[in-house]
């Protein structure tokens, strides 16, 4: 259907359906005869309809931007476009007009009384006065010569051929009552207009009735001249206070940083808003930079405190003290002690590890480290005396200043130094003390006098023959000697001995002050028997000192164990007679051997008188002798 209103009609007159009003196409509004209005741009100063504050804003899909102020595309102060004001809109009923889909609506009963829309146009609204001659009544209706006149009251119009009360008064071809009459106020052709609010005529003079919704009378002007959407001039003629702004849809104001606003340094909207030395907007109000924040100076911070470039909660004074959680472990902007082991810029000069003093380093405490047990304050050392030599471990700092005590060690008492170090082995006799030898790649204490030794350098007096002994010979059996305790060397163990034979330490063969022999003081027989794999040609013999009686020893070989049983083989040695020194008696048997074969035990014997005295007894094999 055309946007032409459809009319029909009622009680005698044609009245309009719902017209739509379009914006227009961009070059102005509804007019004062029903087309459009001038866009809000042509308006002059701060009473723009749909004013914001000039700056672009991001608007909702339902919304449009008027100068940086979000309007709804249904308001009827800006519907669909800026600048289409519905309530301007002339000779209609105040508060029918509505804005849907960008177009002013006006219901078909919505046109002031003795108004109707009878033009093809759709942008006339409510255009057509039904007190015409040419449209009593209703669109078309033109009054006949014989009633030229057209008089009505209220809805109902009637051609007449004079005026008559209630509207005596002619005005053209009108009847009207010039006393109430809003055309013809008081006189022909006085109607009654004021700017953006309603009209009426009463008692012939014209009266502002109330201003259209939008608009205020605040100036000494007629009419409602004054647009309440401004900052100026808010929901009233009053405006609005500081750092609030109109919100133009809703006539209100709002804080200036609703919708993304721009602030001042005494009401801010965000942090461009502040200047440099209060440069955080925090509940619209400019302050420091937080605890925390990087910072360039104090002035920046809320407390004052810019250290190490962040805002700290202290000026954070002492050595080994940080703002900078990378140094404490604590968020930035926390003095706080630095960890232990971090070197914080020259709060703490390193002195020398020798004078355990400042490491450099701090101590995780708020002061600054000493060198502890990783620095060395004195080396390690080792000095050779003329008996000894000592070795003194490297030593470390206490942690507290001072070097740490010391100990020293003899080098185990045997070895001579390696540098500063104690020698662990040695190759000659000079890698050990005086008080040691060398054996393989070993230092020994040297033996004392009676000791057992195999050369002279084993003795401390440097004299061995058997034992350690100087100026004397004490000889030791061979390692194939089979018998046990041969050289009488402390007791007779090993030895079955009949009753009257003793040890006697001072007769030994070889005046070994350090050995004995065995010595009878009566017939006796002493013997002893060795368990033991015995094969091929053995030698035997032993040492006599016959004093008075005289003896004979000899050999028996056993193939059984424990001497038993029949023996294999045996042979003695010649008797020994009565003689002033000690005598070596020869085998019986020539050669001077015993041939031994299969045999696993040997008995060796001697039965003696009185006063006899036997050492170094032995069977070994050849060609080892004792």
Same mark, same amino acid.
């Given at each position: 259907m055309p946007?032409? *209103? *459809? =009319? =029909? +009609? =009622?009680a005698g007159c044609v009245t309009p359906r719902d017209v739509p009003v379009d914006p227009g196409d961009g070059g102005g509004g509804a007019s004062t005869d029903g087309r459009d209005l001038p866009l809000a741009s042509d308006a002059a100063g701060s009473d723009r309809p749909g004013g914001g504050d000039g700056a672009p804003v991001a608007c909702a899909a339902d919304e449009h931007d008027c100068a940086g102020a979000c309007f709804k595309n249904d308001e009827l102060t800006s519907c669909g476009a800026c600048g289409h004001d519905c309530t301007t809109l002339p000779n209609i009923k105040a508060g029918v007009v509505t804005c849907t889909a960008g177009k002013c609506m006006v219901p078909t009963d919505g046109c002031a009384a003795g108004r109707a829309h009878c033009t093809t146009n759709p #942008? #006339?609204?409510c255009e057509t006065d039904l007190g015409a001659a040419a449209s009593c009544g209703g669109c078309g209706i033109k009054c006949p010569a014989g009633t030229p006149l057209c008089t009505g009251v209220g809805a109902t119009f009637t051609c007449v051929a004079s005026c008559l009360a209630p509207t005596p008064d002619r005005c053209g071809a009108s009847c009207v009552d010039l006393s109430s009459n809003l055309a013809n106020c008081g006189t022909c052709g006085q109607g009654c207009s004021f700017a953006n609010a309603d009209a009426a005529c009463s008692g012939g003079a014209c009266m502002m =009735? !109330?201003? !259209? #919704? $939008?608009? $205020?009378d605040c100036t000494a002007a007629p009419g409602c001249e004054? *647009?309440?959407n401004t900052s100026d001039h808010c929901g009233s003629c009053n405006p609005c206070a500081a750092n609030l702004k109109c919100d133009a849809p809703t006539r209100t104001c709002v804080d200036i940083c609703t919708g993304g606003g721009s602030g001042n340094a005494s009401h801010c909207c965000g942090n461009a808003d502040c200047p440099a030395n209060l440069p955080v907007c925090s509940n619209h109000v400019c302050v420091g930079k937080a605890v925390g924040a990087t910072c360039a100076s104090g002035g920046e911070c809320a407390g004052g405190a810019c250290v190490e470039g962040v805002c700290c909660n202290n000026t954070c004074p002492g050595k080994c003290s940080s703002c900078l959680m990378t140094n404490t472990g604590k968020?930035?902007?926390t003095c706080a002690p630095v960890k232990a082991g971090l070197n914080h810029g020259n709060d703490c000069l390193a002195s020398d590890a020798t004078t355990c003093g400042l490491d450099g380093k701090c101590d995780g405490a708020g002061a600054c480290r000493?060198?502890? +047990?990783e620095a060395i304050c004195a080396p390690e050392a080792c000095s050779d005396g003329p008996s000894a030599s000592t070795y003194s471990p490297a030593r470390t700092c206490d942690g507290h200043g001072a070097c740490g005590a010391g100990t020293t060690t003899n080098c185990g008492g045997v070895y001579r130094c390696a540098g500063t170090k104690c020698r662990v082995n040695c190759s000659v006799a000079q890698d050990c003390v005086s008080a040691a030898y060398c054996s393989a790649t070993t230092c020994i204490t040297k033996k004392q006098e009676g000791e057992l030794c195999s050369a002279n350098v084993e003795c401390t007096l440097g004299a061995c023959s058997g034992r350690c002994c100087s100026g004397c010979t004490c000889t030791q059996p061979s390692p194939g000697n089979v018998l046990k305790n041969p050289g009488f060397d402390k007791d007779v163990s090993g030895w079955m001995v009949d009753t009257g034979t003793v040890y006697r330490e001072t007769s030994d063969s070889d005046g070994c002050p350090y /050995? $004995? /022999?065995l010595a009878t003081t009566g017939a006796s027989q002493v013997s002893q028997c060795v368990t033991t794999p015995l094969d091929g040609t053995y030698n035997f013999g032993a040492r006599i000192l016959v004093v008075s009686g005289g003896a004979v020893c000899g050999v028996r070989f056993y193939p059984a164990a424990g001497c038993q049983g029949d023996e294999l083989v045996d042979d003695e040695l010649n008797a020994a007679q009565p003689m002033s020194g000690w005598q070596a008696p020869a085998p019986e048997s020539s050669p001077p051997t015993v041939q031994v074969s299969g045999a696993n035990s040997v008995l060796f014997f001697c039965v003696t008188g009185d006063g006899v005295y036997i050492d170094q007894p032995y069977v070994t094999k050849i060609p080892g002798k004792y």
């Open positions: 946007l032409v *209103a *459809a =009319v =029909v +009609a =009622v #942008d #006339d609204i =009735v !109330k201003c !259209k #919704d $939008g608009y $205020g004054t *647009a309440l968020p930035d902007g000493m060198y502890g +047990a /050995s $004995g /022999s």
